[in-house]
């Protein structure tokens, strides 16, 4: 099966922009699903697809994909955004999804 | 609004069988157009997708979970449900059921999650 790779953690000053990557040989024939998971909660679907945020998500978070690795950037980020997230995306062997390991997300 | 709730013992001793239920408000668990899932997370740990299923009852599991887990459907009550056998302390998580979604006719996603269930496996 495929394998999505995060960095584990990564920092960014409140304010400042900053880019999630995931990284897998699936993402040349998928586009990436991105989730936020906050301390103690379910996650929640931020964006998906080519362009996609789903409602209520702020347009600070966008997506993009080059080659095989998609990415989570979130423009001008802020306390609330501190947080872990996920890509996922569709396995390039079968019907089914998998996950990338996560990146905490610190905002200074 | 879409609403979906697993329920199901918190604690399997090892060895017996994990079994969760998850309840869909707010839609049909009859539409053409999603999937139904569950993905689990050990405590600490990231997520792992288990496997989905459609309202018909078409299923595909995670590899590595395949021999031990069955999923099914009740169409009547609006619910799908989780079965893993043979567990031990590897299977203690937080398992969320979730609706899977379809882009342009590919599985990409959930879009609607549980609030999730700490299931520990413990004697």
């Known amino acids: 099966s495929s394998e999505l790779t995060q960095d584990p953690a990564v920092s960014v000053a409140l304010g400042q922009t900053v880019r999630i990557t995931c990284q897998g040989d699936?993402?040349?024939?998928?586009?990436a699903t991105w989730y936020q998971q906050k301390s103690g909660q379910a996650p929640v679907l931020v964006f998906y697809?080519?362009?996609n945020r789903p409602s209520g998500i702020p347009d600070r978070f966008s997506g993009s994909t080059s080659g095989n690795t998609a990415s989570l950037t979130i423009s001008g980020a802020q306390a609330e955004d501190e947080a872990d997230y996920y890509c996922?995306?569709?396995?390039?062997?079968?019907?089914?999804?998998?996950f990338g390991g996560g990146t905490k997300l610190t905002v200074l | 609004q879409l609403q979906l709730q697993e329920s199901g013992p918190g604690l399997v001793k090892p060895s017996e069988t994990l079994s969760l239920n998850c309840n869909v408000s707010?839609?049909?668990?009859?539409?053409?157009?999603?999937?139904w899932g569950w993905i689990r997370q050990p405590p600490g740990k990231g997520l792992e997708w288990i496997g989905h299923?459609?309202?018909?009852?078409?299923?595909s599991y995670n590899p590595s979970l395949k021999s031990r887990v069955t999923m099914s459907v009740d169409t009547s009550r609006n619910q799908f449900s989780l079965k893993l056998t043979s567990v031990t302390a590897a299977d203690t998580a937080i398992y969320y059921c979730?609706?899977?979604?379809?882009?342009?006719?590919?599985?990409?996603?959930?879009?609607?999650w549980g609030q999730g269930t700490l299931v520990t496996v413990s004697s």
């Open positions: 699936s993402l040349r024939s998928y586009f």
């Open positions: 707010g839609d049909s668990i009859s539409s053409s157009s999603h999937f």
């Open positions: 697809g080519k362009n």
């Open positions: 979730a609706r899977v979604s379809l882009y342009y006719n590919v599985l990409t996603g959930c879009d609607y």
């Open positions: 996922n995306c569709r396995d390039i062997s079968g019907n089914l999804l998998v």
């Open positions: 299923i459609f309202y018909s009852g078409s299923t």
